[in-house]
């Protein structure tokens, strides 16, 4: 069985708290995938949940695993120092996803993303981080005008506050109904030039595409 490096907890006092909850939605089924868990695909020889964890670590204050339900968190209870959490509102997607994260998260400031973007990057985030508190929501926009929902910073108590309506079903309307920064594409480059934190992996073809390994750790 491969063994997977998790990162230590930061000893932090109370000065150097973040107040971040980082929350990585592992829910989704991988149709396209034929159900394979993507997060234990391999990049670097680190799979991906794992690159994740180690890059996000240092910004947060914990992490939460936001599965579909709470038998899918038993592929995960060999992780330390990070919390499962199933959905509340099954079958709704990121949405529910999302909704039940904000329940859980111990702290004010929401760190999304989806555990099929392996390239994610430290810095890009800490840019993201640095907007927050002036905004309810730091989201980057594509030059399409695609919003990056699952890659972006949002403030806890603006998220409880919409939804707490059940009748949200997509993200995007989150950026329509709070206090919203969009960051664009242009500002992300100066940091992360080829634009690699935004590679989602959906199907075997994306693997070609990036790069990445496809194989999965036997667990």
């Known amino acids: 069985m491969t063994k997977t490096r998790y990162p230590p907890p930061e000893e932090k006092n109370h000065s150097q708290k973040k107040q971040v909850s980082c929350l990585i939605l592992v829910g989704g089924e991988a149709k396209r995938f034929f159900g394979t868990e993507k997060y234990f695909l391999t990049l670097d020889s680190d799979c991906f949940l794992e690159?994740?964890?180690?890059?996000?670590?240092?910004?947060?204050?914990?992490?939460?695993?936001?599965?579909?339900?709470?038998?899918?968190?038993?592929?995960?209870?060999d992780i330390p120092h990070v919390r499962c959490i199933p959905d509340i509102r099954r079958g709704t997607g990121p949405v529910g996803g999302l909704h039940a994260g904000v329940i859980s998260a111990l702290y004010p400031v929401i760190l999304l993303?989806?555990?099929?973007?392996?390239?994610?990057?430290?810095?890009?985030?800490?840019?993201?981080?640095?907007?927050?508190?002036?905004?309810?929501?730091?989201?980057?926009?594509?030059?399409?005008?695609?919003?990056?929902?699952?890659h972006a910073v949002y403030q806890r108590e603006a998220l409880a506050r919409i939804l707490c309506d059940s009748s949200?079903?997509?993200?995007?309307?989150?950026?329509?109904?709070?206090?919203?920064?969009?960051?664009?594409?242009?500002?992300?480059?100066?940091?992360?030039?080829?634009?690699?934190s935004f590679t989602n992996i959906n199907s075997r073809e994306d693997l070609k595409k990036a790069g990445i390994g496809g194989s999965a750790p036997d667990r």
Not at 52 to 77: A, G, K, M, N, V
């Open 113 to 150: 993303v989806a555990c099929d973007m392996p390239c994610i990057k430290r810095e890009v985030f800490e840019y993201l981080l640095s907007f927050i508190p002036s905004y309810e929501a730091v989201i980057p926009v594509q030059d399409s005008g695609i919003y990056e929902m699952l």
């Open 51 to 77: 690159r994740q964890i180690r890059i996000l670590t240092p910004l947060c204050d914990e992490i939460l695993l936001i599965t579909r339900d709470s038998s899918q968190c038993t592929r995960f209870s």
């Open 168 to 196: 949200i079903t997509r993200l995007s309307i989150l950026a329509e109904k709070i206090h919203t920064k969009l960051i664009t594409i242009n500002e992300i480059r100066k940091i992360d030039p080829g634009l690699s």
